[in-house]
């Protein structure tokens, strides 16, 4: 389980923006925080490339895996301080600050 989260964390990583933060946030959990984004229509549709991105089968030595993938975006938060913290404590706080809203592919 390991090498393919490695190879997904990997994957996420190449198509992140320089401006967002991905985080491992333990289990078979990531975080991306999204900077500088002018409307929530924008990070839908990064939440949906990132879901097609995540759907997409891992070649881990002679299999491979198709992975099963739950996006949810919570937007408006409030502001956190940060300094001091790791990106996974940043965004393990700013879940707990909203409800996520389920992203699907349509």
Do not use: W
């Amino acid at each position: 389980t390991g090498k393919i989260l490695k190879k997904l964390a990997d994957r996420l990583l190449q198509h992140k923006r320089e401006s967002d933060t991905l985080a491992y946030l333990g289990d078979h959990d990531f975080g991306l925080i999204l900077e500088n984004i002018p409307a929530e229509s924008v990070v839908t549709k990064i939440a949906q490339r990132l879901l097609a991105l995540t759907s997409e089968p891992i070649q881990l030595e002679d299999e491979e895996f198709t992975l099963i993938t739950q996006i949810s975006m919570c937007t408006n938060f409030e502001t956190i301080e940060s300094k001091d913290k790791t990106a996974a404590e940043v965004i393990e706080t700013l879940f707990k600050q909203c409800k996520p809203v389920p992203v699907s592919t349509g």
